[in-house]
């Protein structure tokens, strides 16, 4: 199975501060139909979570341009400029590439 | 507007059979992908399974001998079941269809 390994773990950050999460897979997530389906969640809590980035860099409908994804082959990231209290959860990276598909352990973005 | 809607019984004993129901509007099962998504309390997420738009499915290899994921097209409804359940099963379920839209997940404790 493919294991995507998160960092760091839990990211401290000042209100207005960028942040900035990694995933790194075990394998590449380039699908043989050229696409990679590496996506970003933010589950804040007490709820379901919510899709931020699809295919590595798309931002989903209604998610603002502060958040960014970028990457390639095995490894990727995520940006979160000018960070605002509803940006405060855990951040799960997921890969549909590979069956059977996983999630990264997950990122808490917490205030400092 | 997309909704996703999980339903079931919130105890299940161990070694029985579980059976969730997720109930979908304003899209179609025809067009459009429905996983299940799991989360042991405090814990991270695991990818279940899948129904894809055609009708056939792919499931987590490390419960696919445990697990079904079926549908009813006329109903908008997709339907989990699992046996031998276990106390590790305790978990939130959710289902999510094409990963981005999810339900508000629905709580399984396995106990006797």
């Known amino acids: 199975d493919v294991v995507l390994t998160q960092t760091p773990v839990a990211q401290p950050v000042t209100l207005g501060d960028q942040a900035s999460i990694s995933c790194r897979s075990s394998q590449s997530l380039v699908h043989s139909n050229g696409n990679t389906y590496l996506e970003w969640y933010l589950q804040k809590p007490g709820q379901s979570p919510q899709l931020l980035i699809y295919?590595?860099?798309n931002r989903f409908s209604g998610v603002p341009d502060r958040f960014i994804g970028s990457g390639s082959g095995s490894d990727f990231t995520l940006k979160i400029s000018r960070v605002e209290p509803e940006d405060l959860g855990v951040y799960y990276c997921?890969?549909?590439?590979?069956?059977?598909?996983?999630f990264g352990s997950g990122t808490k973005l917490e205030i400092k | 507007q997309v909704q996703l809607k999980e339903s079931g019984p919130g105890l299940v004993q161990p070694s029985q059979t579980l059976s969730l129901t997720c109930t979908v509007s304003?899209?179609?099962?025809?067009?459009?992908?429905v996983s299940w998504i799991r989360q042991p309390p405090g814990k991270g997420l695991e990818w279940m399974g899948v129904i894809w738009s055609n009708g056939g499915t792919d499931y987590n290899s490390a419960i696919k001998s445990r697990l079904s994921i079926s549908r009813d097209t006329s109903k908008s409804q997709v339907f989990l079941k699992m046996n031998s359940l276990q106390t590790e099963d305790t978990a939130m379920y959710f289902c999510?269809?094409?990963?981005?839209?999810w339900g508000q997940g629905t709580l399984v404790t396995v106990s006797s």
């Open positions: 999510a269809s094409d990963f981005a839209y």
């Open positions: 997921f890969q549909a590439t590979h069956d059977p598909f996983t």
């Open positions: 304003g899209l179609s099962l025809t067009s459009n992908s």
């Open positions: 295919k590595v860099s």
